[in-house]
């Protein structure tokens, strides 16, 4: 039997949405994304594209191409729901579905394109059946494997329907830019021309991968049978999540460590709650900060125990803070040289004693290492970023274990959306929630110990999760589709 895998990615997913709930909508531009004076446009209608507005781009700049177009706020819960409901169609079609994103995924078809009088069929049976349940296009490929499938996918959007034919995968990669290769980035692309290879089919004239290997090390293989059309991988119905992050661009820079800690107790309470909810354990726990010119740096510790608690986030967080500001300024925190060197060890004495799932940690529960101040940057901060990563699962309790074989799927798709969430890196769009939540009505910042009051009342409401959804990085489609789709 034939191997047949097909892809599927919405076209202009929120952006039609918004058309599909406003008919007033249909036909015009519409953009989605921060409306801030930061904001980024998280995507936009196809006949906003035409304008030359795309993902990614400043919302400044977008009203500048496009001056008339409709702009609107994200609406993630609204996103959010419609994309369960997709996903329940293709279920009906087949149990093996890869979530990638929101609105892309991989279904194993194969066998079942002897259903339908051949694979475009059943892409079109697809098609339709979504279309008539939701309204909404989706664009599909079909082919003999994933790396085919997803670039199928993109040839013809939107709404297109392309099948890549056993045979003709070479062909059909050849004129094709090396960047069309999943796991080359702008780094490795730019290695592989240096070498000549600018074309698929650069690639395709050498006999093997040797030629390649003194360019991408071990990478080469793969770079090789990609561009061959040669791909194995199976579609993995339960892809674990790699990841859980929260980041914000802020409306306006912040300058004072005061500010920053308050950022990072905010951060380490969402994930942990995040974490909790799918009960998991992070391993390593990582900061993220973009300094007003741009420039983003990033460190991170690897626990000695894995956790879930928002304190052991918390204090990582200010032992990477501090360190960076040392490393930047090359000054000492606030706090004693043994303040330091207990800071340091707090993370591991911490970690080992703090297996409840149960924690309720106020602010004076933050233990000693809150004595020690996060120090200021040497200039504004623009973004600060929270991840925690390596994530096992915890040993589940037996009621947990039906659950989790009972929701399978619904976990599924809901890490994917978290972790998909989690890249959502540039964003202008949750800061506005953010912003209001730390400020007071007339727009100045409340006394801190007001702060910490709000964000320990948070702390015991489940509710409150923010509706962010930008994006910025390249990480996006990159970052979490399993390891082919690094940047090598
Ligand atoms: P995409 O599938 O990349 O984009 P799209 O569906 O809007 O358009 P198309 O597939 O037709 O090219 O991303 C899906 C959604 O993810 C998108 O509607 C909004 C969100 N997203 C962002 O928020 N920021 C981004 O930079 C990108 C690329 C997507
Ligand atoms: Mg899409």
Known sequence: MRRWIMHVDM?????????????????????????????VVATCSYEARKFGVHSAMPISRAKKLC???????????????????????MKE????????????????????????SGPKALGRAIKDRVFEETGLII?????????????????????????????????????????????????????LKTGGFHLMRHIQALPDESSLIPLVGNQA?????????????????????????????YEEDLTDGSAIELEFRYFANRLSKRLRKRNLLGHTVSIKVRYDDFTTVSRQKRLDTPSDHEHVFFETALLLWNKLMQDKTSKKPKGTKNDIELLGATTKVKSTNLKSTNSNYSSSNYGSSSEIAFMDPPGPIRLLGLTVSGL?????????????SKNETENKLAGVLDSLESKFGETAVMSGALWQRFHGDNGTRRKRSELKAAVDAQSTNEDVESNKMDKSLDLYKNGDV???????
């Open 93 to 116: 079609f087949t149990p093996h579905i890869e979530p990638l994103s929101i609105d892309e995924a991989f279904l194993e078809v194969s066998g079942m394109s002897t259903m339908y």
């Open 11 to 39: 076209d202009a997913f929120f952006a039609s949405i918004e058309q599909l709930d406003h008919p007033e909508y249909k036909g015009h531009p519409v953009i989605v994304g921060g409306l801030s004076s930061r904001g």
């Open 139 to 191: 664009s599909a490929g079909l082919a003999p494997n994933k790396f085919l499938a997803k670039l199928a996918s993109d040839l013809d959007k939107p709404d297109g329907l392309v099948v890549i034919p056993y045979g003709r995968e070479k062909e059909i990669l050849a004129p094709l830019p090396i960047k069309r290769i999943w796991g080359v980035g702008p780094r490795t692309e730019k290695i």
């Open 67 to 89: 001056p008339d177009g409709i702009y609107v706020y994200p609406r993630m819960d609204r996103y959010k729901e419609v994309s369960h409901q997709i996903f329940s169609i």
């Open 482 to 488: 399993g390891d082919l789709n690094e940047d090598i």
């Open 221 to 249: 293989r793969r770079i090789w049978e990609l561009a061959n059309g040669i791909d194995d991988r199976p579609v993995e119905t339960d892809r674990k999540i790699q990841s859980i992050g929260a980041e914000e661009t």
């Open 392 to 404: 096992d699962e915890e040993v589940p309790m037996q009621d947990s274990l039906f659950e989790s």
